[in-house]
């Protein structure tokens, strides 16, 4: 049913956390299932130099954050844009169609962030 690269995800997520000092944090939830996700991050010279998740949901959700928290860090805030839900997904091997909400909260999560640290002065 899931790939071992999304169980590997979901078994060892990569980035759990928090950041007190994040320059920026965005949360996201999906009010048909419920799942929850946080993510943080810290920004420097235009770079996520450090970023972390929590989820509160199902195995695609924390495996899809896991995957994005992995994905982003050390990329310049500008070449991360670009991660939609079906790019998330694909990195994961691909997610049965009753799990694609999980690569769209994820990616609903990186909007949110992005959008936040535009705003940081």
């Known amino acids: 049913m899931y790939s071992q690269k999304l169980l590997d995800h979901f078994h060892h997520p990569r980035n759990v ?3 007190a000092e994040a320059t920026a944090v ?3 939830s999906n009010p048909v299932c419920g799942d929850l996700m946080k993510l943080w991050a810290v920004v420097r010279d235009g770079r996520i130099t450090d970023v972390k998740f929590k989820v509160a949901g199902c195995v695609p959700a924390v495996a899809c954050g896991s995957w994005l928290a992995e994905a982003i860090i050390g990329k310049p805030v500008d070449g991360i844009a670009a991660f939609t839900p079906d790019q998330i997904a694909l990195e994961l091997d691909d997610l049965p169609p009753a799990s694609r ?3 769209v909260l994820a990616s609903d ?13």
Do not use: D, N, S
């Open 26 to 28: 965005a949360e996201v």
């Open 109 to 121: 999560a990186l909007a949110r962030l992005l959008a936040q640290i535009r705003k940081t002065p």
């Open 17 to 19: 956390g928090e950041i």
């Open 101 to 103: 909400h999980a690569a």
